[in-house]
């Protein structure tokens, strides 16, 4: 683990966001709010290691299809920096269900459903940094 600084979050742009062309309109949003870009990369898992990135959630009736959906296609992760980041950046990309997302969220005008919620953002400062550290190296960051 690199720091516990509590000011990083982690974000991924999810397959369908990038198929949709969303990257640039999501990372001006990002921008607009106040994150800071500290590591960037467009990279495309493998099964595998979506699998890993959403260990938790092994035992969920949705882990097929999440991790399937998730290594479909490229992706965008990046280390974003502000303030609070965690609780800002999921106020920011609204609830999992876009059903149930805030207007003006990123999840409100990207996503598709609830596995195509276009954005993936940390739920903890520990998890940003272990999501960091899947992705990216210390020479990575800036
Ligand atoms: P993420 O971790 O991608 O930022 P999240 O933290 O809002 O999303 P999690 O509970 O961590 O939601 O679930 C991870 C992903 O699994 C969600 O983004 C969603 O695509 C999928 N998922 C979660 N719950 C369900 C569900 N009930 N049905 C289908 N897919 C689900
Ligand atoms: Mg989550």
């Known amino acids: 683990m690199h ?12 397959p ?26 467009f990279t495309h898992l493998t099964k595998q290691q979506a699998c890993e990135f959403y260990a938790v959630h092994t035992d969920k009736y949705f882990f097929e299809d999440l991790t399937s959906f998730m ?3 490229p992706i965008v992760a990046a280390i974003l920096e502000k303030e609070n980041a965690v609780a800002d950046y999921r106020k920011l990309i609204g609830a999992t269900d876009p059903a149930k997302a805030e207007e003006g969220t990123i999840r409100k005008l990207y996503a598709e459903s609830m596995s195509h919620n ?3 953002g940390s739920d903890s400062d520990e998890n940003a940094c ?13």
């Open 3 to 14: 720091y516990m600084s509590g000011n990083q979050t982690f974000t991924m742009i999810k």
């Open 16 to 41: 369908i966001a990038v198929k949709n062309n969303k990257i640039g309109p999501i990372l001006k949003m990002i921008n607009e709010a106040g994150f800071r870009i500290k590591a960037m990369k």
């Open 71 to 73: 290594s479909s296609g």
């Open 118 to 120: 276009a954005v993936h």
């Open 130 to 142: 272990i999501e960091g550290d899947f992705f990216f190296s210390k020479m990575e960051r800036f």
